[in-house]
């Protein structure tokens, strides 16, 4: 039986294993040919490490084949190592080539390739090191996000990627059609649905119905944005945590989402310890210890108002102007995030001219019941508020942002039948790993990035 070779570097027993015969498949990452002997290394993605193999006698004339990137299985004695760089390597028995690699013609030569490069061979881009990692950290983040929702109470919905309302209000929607593209985009009687249809930019909406059902629930699934924006911070296609809760005000989804933060950080230091040793060394000196101080100690929690009297009595040139009204840049969040505070803070209580229109009006008529999660090196990483649960008041804001009524007939109506207090939040799970990771640029922690011109694979 194939052993992963995860288990046997990081067998909490090594004995277990130790000087009995194994089994492991892999592809192969350097060969190195000392005439009487090779050092050939197999990675399986499993982890960082990659296992040592010795070919000795018998198994050396396999060595022409054990090119850079071809895939073999194993069959070999584990041993302890001599070796200063590891503890254990396999003494190779038998030797099984599943693939070969033409090394004149393999896209991954021994060197370090730009990320730019990197994007450009997506289903290569895995092997590497640091893809490698990113795709590890960004499972155990999904995991953990079940595990923290699941063990507080919170079901697993699934909305629909499929939609007829645009939650944002803001139109920037990839449009869902089996018309022909030269036929006229307004002949809905003609088309699948019968009426406009576009990817959901949020399952928000719907997870609100089963929220005012079922009381706690959470949503994690793809969303998309139709924005023409070319930065390292924004794609077409991202995956969103949303969840929703009754009977819960802005303070306490305040505390939901600085729990949820502190767990899932505090998940990746105690479970992701190789991976992001890696990426503190070589992507971001400091990585561990800024995520350490977010596990373990408070966010600070300021109104909106007091945000903007302390960015304007900073002194500090920014490129964006500020002043009360006008929504926060990511210049001015990481300030407050890196430099004010050095330490997350959360936002609240938003002018409501720049926020969405389901959220709830506050007693002062001019701010609404928001909040924002501002992280270092990110900003913004969770937007949220408590939503609006008075019928009045939501028709109003829906006529406001000339929004059709008969869209949101449904979502009208749940303030009719039952309505209840309830909020919630939206995280970006690609801005999370950028979080975790300390990597730069969006386009790097998603397996396959959907952004302007570019949809491959």
Excluded at 232 to 247: C, D, G, K, N, Q
Excluded at 439 to 453: G, L, S, V
């Amino acid at each position: 039986m194939r052993i992963k070779i995860k288990n046997l570097l990081h067998s909490q027993s090594v004995t277990t294993y130790l000087n009995k015969k194994v089994y492991v498949c892999g592809w192969v990452k350097t060969v190195r040919d000392q005439n009487t002997f090779a050092f050939v290394e197999v990675g399986d993605g499993s982890t960082l490490k990659n296992l040592q193999v010795i070919l000795k006698g018998a198994t050396l004339e396999y060595l022409p084949k054990l090119t850079t990137g071809s895939s073999v299985g194993i069959q070999g004695v584990l041993i302890e190592s001599p070796g200063k760089n590891q503890n254990i390597e396999l003494q190779a028995e038998e030797i099984e080539i599943f693939g070969g690699c033409d090394p004149e013609k393999y896209l991954l030569q021994k060197k370090r390739h730009s990320f730019e490069f990197l994007r450009t061979i997506a289903h290569l881009r895995p092997r590497t090191n640091t893809q490698g990692a990113v795709a590890r950290i960004r499972n155990a983040m999904a995991f953990a996000t079940h595990v923290f929702f699941q063990n507080n109470g919170f079901l697993y919905v699934h909305t629909p990627i499929i939609t007829s309302s645009d939650c944002e209000g803001g139109g920037s929607m990839f449009r869902v059609t089996t018309l022909n593209p030269l036929a006229s985009q307004n002949d809905y009687e003609n088309d699948f649905f019968k009426k406009p249809t576009y990817l959901t930019v949020s399952g928000q909406l719907e997870g609100e119905i089963y929220a005012l059902a079922l009381s706690d629930i959470y949503t994690f699934g793809p969303t998309f944005r139709a924005e023409n924006s070319n930065t390292s911070r924004h794609l077409a296609e991202f995956w969103m945590v949303e969840p929703e809760m009754s009977f819960c005000d802005l303070a306490g989804n305040v505390d939901l989402a600085e729990n949820y933060l502190k767990f899932v950080t505090d998940y990746a230091l105690k479970n992701c310890c190789e991976d992001l040793e890696f990426f503190d060394k070589f992507i971001e000196k400091g990585l561990l210890n800024r995520l350490r101080q977010v596990a373990e100690t408070s966010f600070n929690k300021i109104t909106y108002t007091d945000a903007i009297h302390i960015i304007k009595k900073s002194g500090k040139s920014f490129e964006f102007p500020i002043s009360w009204g006008v929504d926060l840049q990511s210049e001015h969040e990481r300030f407050l995030a890196e430099e004010y505070f050095k330490n997350p803070v959360i936002l609240t209580d938003y002018p409501a001219g720049i926020k969405a229109f389901y959220m709830r009006l506050n007693d002062d008529q001019k701010t609404v019941a928001a909040m924002d999660v501002l992280v270092p090196k990110i900003g913004e990483i969770i937007g949220g508020s408590q939503r609006e649960e008075r019928l009045s008041f939501l028709e109003k804001k829906i006529e406001e942002n000339h929004l059709r009524k008969e869209d949101y007939w449904w979502y009208l109506q749940l303030r009719e039948f039952g309505s209840a207090p309830h909020a919630g939040f939206g995280l970006g799970f690609e801005r999370l790993l950028l979080f975790i990771t300390g990597m730069e640029n969006i386009r790097d922690i998603i397996p396959f990035p959907r952004f302007p011109a570019h949809a491959e694979f």
